[in-house]
């Protein structure tokens, strides 16, 4: 499709149950860095095997019913999936007016899989929105693994965040996190946690205030802080949980994929145990 903008915000509309949750982010996101919106839908160019009820999943004025005439089917042709798309995107497109009407709002209808889609995306758009279930044959992270592009995965309902935990492990993709977080204003109103779990020692202590320097000097308000714990993922969902934190940022997949067969991904961990949006940064 020619009608991709750079940096656009990218709205992943594909599991019906977080379609709404999608469009809400994506418009929470676009407004902080001034970006316009991409609704993107994919369908396969085969039909699929079991057809997707996305009936009810917005309220948009009296076009709800427009999208029921696809309920009772077992499959879909692709004739039907090309229609069921164009008006679940047209339902978008008012949805988002309706409720932003100062946001730059296109689609992309794309007759590929969901996967091909975001790797047409990947490297033009300034971020991904997607919802924690997909309907793919791909999974969550085997979708977030390639990309170049950081990736806000969404809970239902999406609530508004006003504070953000950064968990850095000064490894080389936290560092592109910090760098991004910066020199964007995604943040930079919020109240922000940067939170590190390690050992005490004296490189962790420097690596950690360091970083935390770097975004006081950026004009963002945070606090630091350093966690000694065995168990990453459990540490910052439990900090997450008592600070009453609404974001949550990681670098995607930074551990080898030998340590991750043996000790388990962390990233899986928190997509597994994540109940509001979660940003996580590429690896490359």
């Known amino acids: 499709m020619s009608n991709l903008r750079p940096d656009s915000v990218i709205a992943c509309l594909d599991c019906p149950d977080y379609v709404q949750a999608v469009l809400e982010a994506s418009m929470w996101a ?10 993107l839908h994919s369908i396969p160019s085969v039909h699929r095997q079991t057809a997707i009820n996305y009936s009810g999943c917005l309220n948009v004025d009296d076009e709800s019913h427009l999208l029921d005439q696809f309920t009772s089917e077992e499959r879909l042709s692709n004739s039907q999936l090309n ?6 995107l047209s339902q978008s497109t008012t949805f988002c007016e309706q409720r932003q009407p100062k946001l730059s709002v296109y689609s992309l209808h794309r ?3 969901l996967a ?3 790797d047409y995306v990947d490297e033009v758009a300034q971020l991904l929105v997607i919802g924690r279930n997909v309907t793919c044959k791909s999974t969550l ?3 977030i693994r390639p990309s170049h592009c950081p990736i806000l995965v969404i809970d239902a309902p999406f609530v508004t965040p006003s504070s953000a935990l950064f968990a850095f492990d000064n490894r080389t993709t936290c560092h592109r996190l910090l760098d991004w977080l910066c020199q964007n204003p995604l943040v930079r109103t919020m109240s922000l946690h940067i939170v590190m779990v390690g050992k ?11 970083a935390y320097a ?12 350093l966690i000694d714990s065995r168990d990453v993922s459990a540490a910052i969902l439990y900090y997450q949980k008592q600070h009453n934190i609404g974001l949550l940022m990681t670098g995607a997949f930074g551990q080898s994929r ?6 388990g991904s962390d990233t899986e961990r928190l997509l597994g145990g994540m109940q509001t949006p979660y940003l996580l940064f590429p690896k490359d």
């Open 30 to 39: 676009a407004n902080r860095l001034r970006a316009p919106i991409g609704l």
């Open 258 to 263: 030998l340590r991750e067969l043996f000790q």
């Open 214 to 225: 770097r975004l006081k000097q950026a004009g963002i308000s945070c606090k630091k802080s």
């Open 141 to 143: 992270s085997q979708l």
């Open 111 to 113: 007759h590929e899989t």
């Open 83 to 88: 229609a069921q798309g164009r008006i679940l």
């Open 200 to 210: 005490e020692t004296t490189e962790n202590r420097d690596a950690l205030r360091e």
């Open 116 to 118: 091909e889609s975001i």
